[in-house]
């Protein structure tokens, strides 16, 4: 697990010196991850390399889940059932897979723009003006196996109408994933009724007092 920036322009390299024998009549095979997300302020590449416990086909698969403007997210997942065939060795292959979008042009809305681990992003987080064509996101994501166990809180910008960032997948391969969808917090009823309530009663006392002549 790597933070830093501009991780979906430059590439992360990976270089592992550990391996473990799996039992060829276990039906276990090979298997490498790399998860890709970038608020813009921050960036995430988490990785994990190891043994599949999925006695499937080999699979060798890139997803691009959010492309930009604003928030980018991409899964490079492999499976394979060769010797040591699990060897990507960088990100070069989710950078190369994000697609060109067109100039952004800037839009009206302000969001906060957040990614933590373990942490919690609000509406205190740095504010950034959204793209045209983008809106405020904010959700938990949780992932789990391959090695990995983590949560991380994300909030920016997402491409309209896209309503979750991992367009509600539940797994990559050995990963699951659980995106728990955050929605910003509103004033409650009363405090919007109650001025709205005031604001007609003064109206109303005011023709009253006109309609007689009195002063008030």
């Given at each position: 697990m790597k933070f830093g920036q501009n991780f979906s322009k430059t590439s992360i390299e990976w270089i592992v010196d550990r391996t473990i024998?799996?039992?060829?009549?276990k039906g276990k095979m090979c298997q490498e991850t790399f998860l890709l997300?970038?608020?813009?302020?921050?960036a995430l590449i988490l990785g994990s390399k190891g043994p599949s416990i999925q006695s499937h086909r080999n699979v060798r698969n890139i997803t691009v889940f959010a492309r930009g403007p604003g928030l980018k997210a991409i899964i490079f997942y492999h499976v394979c059932d060769i010797e040591l065939c699990n060897r990507a060795n960088s990100t070069r292959?989710?950078?190369?897979?994000?697609?060109?979008?067109?100039?952004?042009?800037?839009?009206?809305?302000?969001?906060?723009?957040?990614?933590?681990?373990?942490?919690?992003?609000?509406?205190?987080?740095?504010?950034?003006?959204?793209?045209?064509?983008?809106?405020?996101?904010?959700?938990?994501?949780?992932?789990?196996?391959?090695?990995?166990?983590?949560?991380?809180?994300?909030?920016?910008?997402?491409?309209?109408?896209?309503?979750?960032?991992?367009?509600?997948?539940?797994?990559?391969?050995?990963?699951?994933?659980?995106?728990?969808?955050?929605?910003?917090?509103?004033?409650?009823?009363?405090?919007?009724?109650?001025?709205?309530?005031?604001?007609?009663?003064?109206?109303g006392l005011l023709a009253l007092c006109l309609q007689r002549s009195i002063l008030c």
């Open positions: 024998a799996l039992e060829s009549n997300i970038d608020v813009g302020t921050t292959m989710l950078i190369d897979s994000i697609p060109s979008v067109a100039p952004t042009v800037r839009g009206r809305q302000p969001c906060p723009i957040c990614l933590h681990f373990k942490g919690v992003c609000n509406s205190k987080s740095n504010l950034a003006i959204c793209p045209r064509g983008t809106r405020c996101y904010m959700s938990d994501l949780t992932l789990h196996g391959g090695g990995l166990s983590a949560i991380f809180s994300i909030s920016g910008c997402l491409v309209y109408p896209q309503k979750f960032l991992m367009k509600n997948q539940s797994s990559i391969g050995t990963i699951t994933l659980l995106e728990t969808r955050l929605m910003p917090k509103r004033k409650s009823s009363s405090q919007v009724l109650v001025p709205s309530i005031l604001l007609t009663w003064m109206f």
